[in-house]
């Protein structure tokens, strides 16, 4: 590398001082913040949308699912862009997209335009999200990034415990006579000032080595996530017909294509969609399983318990709200200590903790709403909530941290595009497969035009029926954590990757 070149490579920050990184940091977490809020606000007004949208269940489905869905199909290509692009540059495209998004849904005129609304929405936090963990990995010596993404699980409890709340009070208080509006129109404010403070704080980075869109992986993978998602998410409204079947197993041929395309993309110029060497990254590919079968269990979990609280025990969006904050305390106290305390010393073996602590609230809360029935109150659900949230937290922080602890951070977009998708293809799956073990359970139990207790009831079992598939899948998940590292490879290497010389690594934020 000439002399000119190495000075046009921004040095790594110094790990000691430099503000602008920690202001970088803020402004990256509030965007990743509000992604957060804006999925777990949506449920909570779910009653409300319904009521004055007129609605449907599938469509209403389709408000949470379609977003998941074009999230989950544009993440790697929104983390390839950041490579190539700049991740700066990305990121501002898409916090401006979600700003404009959002106020697409909060004036939408009908729930089909709500439902267009909230794709174009997953699409703009698609080009968003993967800049945030691509500009932390860029930016942050390995040996602090323990402490940052400490921090990223504080945000995300801080952001599951906000967006109930924020929902509620909202929806109560009916803005203007703005029924549920005000949830989407809030992001206004927030998106601008990211916009804004993004362009001055954040400095750009990107891959060292020029890389091309590779426009053909683009187009499989978004089309094979299609194939499996669309007809798990309508198949229970049009009754399971031959045609979804038939895609979903069209699916995996598509994705088989996709990887051999991309073993021969790589060979020929070294610029794939998706790095396929980061699978023979062991903490990396082990770390990728246990994501997506999470993102399962937190797509039936949190939708239909919403609409189990909601439609079923007939309770308020506060009231619903309120109950969830025991929980959200829970996620983001146990996430803190998770990575600053327990995986330096006890490493996995917290992680497995968080599995099973969780499998255990799980199983208290499907113990208690079978025992109380229609007469459960709030605080009778405040234990079950604490332990999952404790297990969620232990979980949840340490688990991005150590699928990314080995990746060359020449690969960062790839990886944290993958990550991202894999968590929403994930949470796609669980809200797909919230029409098999919830709402079939509901329409077997439920009387044609019943309404009051025997409604509620049906909905009370179809919530007892889901909890046992995620108290299931948090089994698995234990048992996919045996494939990764033992300990946390980021602390053994820091030093020497943090003295490595600057021109080999990736441009970060400039001091």
């Not at 005129?109 to 500009?135: D, K, Y």
């Not at 619903?320 to 305390?329: D, E, M, R, V």
């Not at 996995?348 to 208690?368: C, D, I």
């Not at 497969?433 to 009051?452: I, K, M, Q, T, Y």
Request: charged fraction near 15%.
């Amino acid at each position: 590398m000439t002399s000119a070149e190495t000075a046009a490579v921004p040095p790594l920050p110094s790990p000691v001082g430099d503000r602008r990184r920690w202001f970088a940091l803020a402004i990256v977490m509030t965007a990743a913040f509000m992604d957060l809020v804006d999925v777990t606000i949506v449920n909570i007004a779910i009653p409300s949308i319904q009521r004055d949208a007129g609605a449907s269940f599938s469509q209403i489905q389709w408000i949470t699912a379609g977003y998941a869905l074009a999230f989950a199909a544009g993440l790697i290509t929104g983390g390839r862009l950041g490579d190539i692009h700049g991740r700066k540059r990305l990121f501002l495209i898409g916090i401006g997209g979600f700003t404009v998004a959002s106020a697409l849904c909060g004036f939408a005129t009908n729930a089909e335009m709500l439902v267009a609304a909230r794709i174009l929405q997953g699409a703009m936090a698609a080009l968003m999200v993967p800049q945030v963990l691509s500009i932390v990995h860029a930016t942050f010596p390995a040996h602090e990034r323990g402490k940052v993404f400490g921090l990223f699980g504080a945000v995300v409890g801080l952001g599951a415990v906000t967006g109930p709340l924020l929902g509620a009070l909202l929806t109560e208080w009916n803005l203007f006579g703005l029924e549920w509006r005000p949830i989407f129109l809030i992001n206004l404010p927030v998106g601008i000032a990211g916009l804004i403070l993004g362009s001055r704080f954040i400095t750009e980075s990107k891959a060292p080595k020029a890389l091309k869109l590779d426009l053909v992986g683009v187009a499989l993978v978004t089309v094979g996530l299609l194939m499996l998602l669309y007809p798990l998410t309508r198949g229970r409204e049009l009754g399971w017909p031959l045609w979804g079947h038939v895609s979903m197993a069209g699916a995996l041929v598509v994705l088989a294509a996709l990887v051999a395309y991309e073993r021969r993309k790589t060979v020929r110029d070294g610029s794939p969609l998706i790095e396929l060497s980061l699978f023979r990254v062991k903490s990396f590919a082990a770390g990728i399983a246990v994501q997506t079968v999470f993102g399962v269990a937190l797509g039936i979990f949190f939708l239909v318990w919403t609409l189990y609280m909601q439609f079923g025990l007939g309770w308020s969006p506060l009231k619903a709200g309120l109950t969830g904050i025991p929980f959200s305390i829970a996620v983001s106290a146990a996430a803190g200590m998770s990575v600053q305390k327990l995986v330096p010393r006890f490493g996995r073996k917290v992680l497995q903790s968080g599995a099973l602590v969780m499998a255990v609230g799980v199983l208290l809360y499907l113990w208690e709403a079978q025992r109380y029935g229609l007469t459960i109150a709030p605080w009778q659900m405040a234990l079950p909530l604490v332990v999952m949230g404790v297990g969620m937290g232990l979980i949840v922080a340490p688990l991005t941290d150590a699928i990314l602890s080995e990746v060359p951070r020449e690969h960062a977009g790839s990886a944290s595009g993958l990550i991202s998708t894999v968590q929403q293809m994930g949470n796609a799956l669980g809200l797909g497969l919230v029409s098999v073990v919830f709402f079939g359970v509901v329409d077997d139990r439920l009387p044609e035009g019943a309404r009051g207790p025997a409604a509620g009831a049906a909905f009370v079992d179809g919530f007892q029926h889901a909890l046992g598939w995620v108290a299931a899948v948090m089994g698995v998940i234990f048992l996919l954590m045996f494939a990764l590292p033992a300990r946390p490879a980021q602390h053994l290497e820091g030093a020497a990757e943090d003295t490595a010389p600057a021109p080999e690594k990736e441009p970060a934020v400039a001091p």
